[in-house]
């Protein structure tokens, strides 16, 4: 932001920013909070000297329009390809849990592991893709709750390993605090796997409660567990949901969001 706004003042070269969730003022209030009390006066010229704001979601666009009284232009996160149908269940009949992020604050995985082991011996797996400071405290809780030989900690992956991973998985579970889109869910939505998130704001544009997973009050365990008691015991209700992320996914095609790019940048380079 300040090299471009710079570079703007000595070219007259317009520019454009694209807001993501720790962009913005209120977006990660664990994180960012502090830093933007104190930095915040200075962020104002750089967004109003933009020839235009993008936001990755509509809840990043409410967080600008709070923040800086300026209308950013949702254009979502995209991706390339949709599957043609759901993965297809485990031979054996166990729920397939899949949690793709950084092991932060924010990301909430030690909460995923109290709810694991709340569900102790039931016909259910669960995969966490990633690393980070709290990885130690998950794997403590994942012992300390008997669930340890059902869970699998696979560190960080790249983009091909965590796709092959998607696509033996039966859910995506993001008990985060906060999002602005998350990645890994519209990768998630277009592999056909049902979503189980937290109701934040940023899971809205790809997460409908009933239509292709489950929005959960944040830090309710035993919402939680409730729902995934229910996907273990109605496969039909999770079949329905994992067509419905298809469907849902099919707002994300990257070629469309490309062109509302391209648009954007025109439109900017001719002010």
């Known amino acids: 932001g300040p090299v471009a706004w710079a570079a703007h003042k000595l070219t007259h070269v317009p520019y454009v920013l694209t807001a993501h969730l720790g962009d913005v003022p209120g977006g990660a209030p664990e994180q960012t909070d502090r830093l933007f009390r104190v930095i915040k006066p200075f962020t104002r010229p750089i967004w109003r000297s933009a020839a235009a704001v993008t936001a990755v979601s509509s809840h990043v666009a409410s967080l600008v329009r709070a923040a800086y009284g300026i209308e950013a232009r949702v254009i979502?996160?995209?991706?390339?390809?949709?599957?043609?149908?759901?993965?297809?269940?485990s031979a054996d009949g166990v729920l397939r849990l899949l949690f793709v992020?950084?092991?932060?604050?924010?990301?909430?995985?030690?909460?995923?592991?109290k709810v694991l082991?709340?569900?102790?011996?039931?016909p259910l797996r669960a995969v966490f893709l990633g690393d980070g400071p709290l990885r130690g405290a998950l794997e403590e809780e994942l012992h300390a709750?008997?669930?340890?030989g059902q869970c699998e900690l696979r560190g960080w992956a790249d983009s091909a390993s965590v796709r092959r991973a998607m696509d033996s998985s039966d859910i995506l579970a993001m008990p985060s605090l906060s999002e602005g889109l998350p990645v890994a869910a519209v990768e998630a939505a277009s592999?056909?796997?049902?979503?189980?998130?937290s109701a934040v704001p940023g899971l809205a544009d790809v997460l409908e409660d009933g239509v292709n997973g489950w929005s959960l009050p944040v830090g309710d365990a035993a919402a939680w567990s409730r729902v995934l008691e229910e996907a273990m015991s109605g496969r039909d209700v999770l079949r329905a949901r994992q067509q419905g992320s298809l469907r849902i996914a099919e707002r994300f095609d990257l070629a469309a969001i490309v062109d509302a790019y391209e648009r954007t940048l025109v439109a900017a380079a001719r002010r």
């Open 76 to 89: 979502l996160n995209g991706v390339a390809t949709v599957a043609s149908s759901p993965p297809e269940p």
């Open 101 to 113: 992020g950084r092991m932060s604050v924010q990301k909430n995985p030690v909460f995923l592991g």
């Open 117 to 122: 082991s709340s569900l102790r011996g039931r």
């Open 145 to 148: 709750g008997g669930v340890d």
């Open 191 to 197: 592999r056909g796997l049902a979503i189980a998130g």
